[in-house]
């Protein structure tokens, strides 16, 4: 049973930062790709980040390229997601997932976190 632990989340003001991370064993972290998505109330879970360690490969939405930054920190077995600049439409649940297949087959997010919420005061 792989088990994803989201933490960080809070409130932050608009234009700080905030760094969220998403916890794992070291075999999931190697053998998957990681992602993060956020659901505001009201809309869809969106995938806004992610990580593969076998390719170096990452990926950001359009919402939060160059403002956002995802990356593997193995002395603490997590991925971490930097948020710099953050806006009050940033605010939502942000979760963390795994999927044995790649960043952008969906459905094959196998394991997800219990979620974090994020409120970006303005």
């Known amino acids: 049973q792989v088990q994803l632990v989201e933490s960080g989340g809070g409130l932050v003001q608009a234009g700080g930062s905030l760094t969220l991370s998403c916890t794992a064993d070291a075999f999931t972290l190697d053998r998957n790709a990681i992602a993060w998505f956020r659901q505001a109330p009201g809309k869809e879970r969106e995938e806004i980040s992610c990580?593969?360690?076998?390719?170096?490969?990452?990926y950001y939405a359009d919402s939060v390229k160059g403002r956002f930054t995802i990356a593997r920190d193995d002395a603490q077995n997590a991925v971490n997601l930097q948020m710099n600049g953050p806006e009050p439409e940033d605010t939502a649940v942000y979760y963390c997932?795994?999927?044995?297949?790649?960043?952008?087959?969906?459905?094959?997010?196998?394991?997800w976190g219990q979620g974090t919420q994020v409120t970006v005061s303005s």
């Open positions: 990580i593969r360690k076998s390719t170096g490969f990452t």
């Open positions: 997932a795994a999927s044995g297949y790649g960043c952008f087959s969906l459905t094959d997010f196998h394991s």
